[in-house]
């Protein structure tokens, strides 16, 4: 089972930036597809973004194209999450996960661990 531990959340005002981490403990970090999702207060989790094992291939949320980045650094086990143009409707707990099977359509993936989660806020 791998663990992943998400850092780097806070509060953020309408159109600033946060960069999340997620460090995952597996050697084989490199084989996996990863992904962000969030949830907010009230809501269903949601797909935000993947990205392929090599980070050859990724795949966002129609919500945060042009916003949000996803990338990883295998040598590190650590992907990443780059949000930018923030948004008050960007505000939910963030989630890294390891995605088993892999489906173009992100409610087709199937997913192993998640970690816990880090808040992000954004004021208006």
């Known amino acids: 089972q791998v663990q992943l531990v998400e850092s780097g959340g806070g509060l953020v005002q309408a159109g600033g930036s946060l960069r999340l981490s997620c460090a995952a403990s597996a050697p084989t970090f490199s084989r996996y597809y990863m992904a962000w999702a969030r949830q907010a207060p009230g809501k269903e989790r949601e797909f935000v973004a993947a990205i392929s094992g090599d980070g050859a291939s990724t795949n966002y949320a129609d919500s945060v194209k042009g916003r949000f980045t996803i990338s990883r650094e295998n040598a590190k086990n650590t992907a990443y999450l780059q949000m930018n143009s923030l948004k008050p409707e960007d505000t939910a707990v963030y989630y890294c996960?390891?995605?088993?099977?892999?489906?173009?359509?992100?409610?087709?993936?199937?997913?192993?661990?998640w970690g816990q989660g880090t808040q992000v806020t954004v004021s208006s």
């Open positions: 996960g390891v995605i088993l099977v892999y489906n173009d359509s992100p409610r087709a993936n199937r997913y192993g661990s």
